[in-house]
């Protein structure tokens, strides 16, 4: 049984910073593209981030593009997603995915064959 856990959100302020975390369980991590995704209240769910099986190519929505830093530890299993200088508007639940096919369309959240339960990441000004 495939399981993605989230962890790492919470509240703060504009300009703070935060790093989420997700570990990755019932699957060979290393065979996996992670992904990284943002939902906010009465919107659909969007693309942030996501990175190569051996992390040596990463993309960014233009949005987050100088601000979030996304990586991983294969031999733990986990994919991160630093957060730097937040703004009110990267309030979101955020969701790790793992893409079992190849490098391509990543930021079709339709691509993606797993999914967390999402992390709480809200932004005060």
């Known amino acids: 049984q495939v399981q993605l856990v989230e962890s790492g959100g919470g509240l703060v302020q504009s300009g703070d910073s935060l790093r989420l975390s997700c570990t990755a369980s019932?699957?060979?991590?290393?065979?996996?593209?992670m992904g990284w995704f943002q939902q906010a209240p009465g919107k659909e769910r969007e693309f942030v981030a996501a990175i190569t099986w051996g992390g040596t190519s990463t993309y960014n929505a233009d949005s987050v593009k100088g601000r979030f830093t996304i990586s991983r530890n294969n031999a733990q299993h986990t994919v991160y997603l630093q957060m730097n200088s937040l703004e009110v508007e990267d309030t979101a639940v955020y969701y790790c995915?793992?893409?079992?096919?190849?490098?391509?369309?990543?930021?079709?959240?339709?691509?993606?064959?797993?999914w967390g339960q999402g992390t709480q990441v809200t932004v005060s000004s």
């Open positions: 995915a793992a893409k079992t096919r190849g490098p391509y369309s990543l930021r079709d959240r339709n691509e993606y064959d797993y």
């Open positions: 019932g699957l060979t991590f290393s065979n996996y593209v």
